[in-house]
């Protein structure tokens, strides 16, 4: 099966700029989530859709982030207006509806702001 | 919300030893317990998961533990080569949502 697609790969952006990340889940998955990876530390989940609806975006800060997820497929997260420390690699993965279900996760967009 | 510690940060071990490394979880709703390892600029793929209702695991050269009543669960490499050189992480998830709450990552070295 195909697996998660994530564009772009790589972005540059000043801060106070504002960026978008585009995800594409594995086709039948419900559950998508956003994860922000940090240079040496574990994925932190940012956000996760079931189909349309949010399922838990309490560490998503949502002053500057926001996600959609309108019809059910496709995903895009955005930041509006990005500071230095969200620097980071963002992740988004995809999973069957239910507990215990594994997790795809793409490649991931490497963000630098500067 | 769940917190998952994981230890050590860095492990160097020699071709051929085993590699142990070791996460707790703070929620007593985990069930299920997925170890994910990322080469260095590449996605996290899962190598091997656990449910709460076994207390181990084996997948070949890889195996995974889990005490409930201590709330930790560990992975366990066995004849360790070069190629499993990468950061492994735990996570846990809730049967509430399946959340996805990762550790902080260890970095294994194999040496050969």
């Known amino acids: 099966e195909a697996g998660v697609a994530q564009s772009p790969r790589y972005k540059i952006i000043e801060k106070r700029q504002s960026v978008a990340f585009w995800c594409n889940p594995i086709?039948?998955?419900?559950?998508l989530y956003w994860y922000q990876q940090i240079l040496g530390q574990g994925p932190k989940l940012l956000i996760q859709?079931?189909?349309?609806?949010?399922?838990?975006d309490s560490q998503l800060p949502k002053d500057r982030f926001s996600a959609e997820r309108l019809k059910g497929v496709d995903s895009t997260l955005k930041i509006q207006p990005a500071k230095l420390e969200d620097s980071a690699v963002y992740l988004c993965?995809?999973?069957?509806?239910?507990?215990?279900?594994?997790?795809?996760f793409g490649q991931g967009t490497r963000l630098t702001v500067v | 919300g769940e917190n998952v510690e994981q230890h050590p940060s860095t492990l160097s071990v020699q071709e051929g030893d085993s590699a142990v490394i070791k996460c707790t979880y703070s929620?007593?709703?985990?069930?299920?317990f997925p170890w994910y390892k990322q080469e260095l600029g590449k996605r996290p793929q899962l190598i091997i998961d656990?449910?709460?209702?076994?207390g181990e695991k084996k997948d070949q050269r890889i195996a995974v533990t889990l005490n409930k009543t201590a709330k930790h669960f560990s992975l366990h490499i066995t004849e360790t080569q070069p190629e499993d050189s990468a950061v492994y992480f735990c996570?846990?998830?809730?049967?509430?949502?399946?959340?996805?709450?990762f550790g902080t990552g260890t970095s294994l070295t194999v040496i050969p």
């Open positions: 993965a995809s999973s069957w509806v239910g507990v215990g279900t594994e997790a795809f």
């Open positions: 086709s039948g998955h419900a559950t």
């Open positions: 859709f079931q189909n349309n609806g949010v399922v838990d």
């Open positions: 929620d007593s709703a985990s069930n299920y």
């Open positions: 656990i449910r709460s209702n076994v």
């Open positions: 996570a846990a998830s809730s049967n509430t949502g399946n959340q996805f709450y």
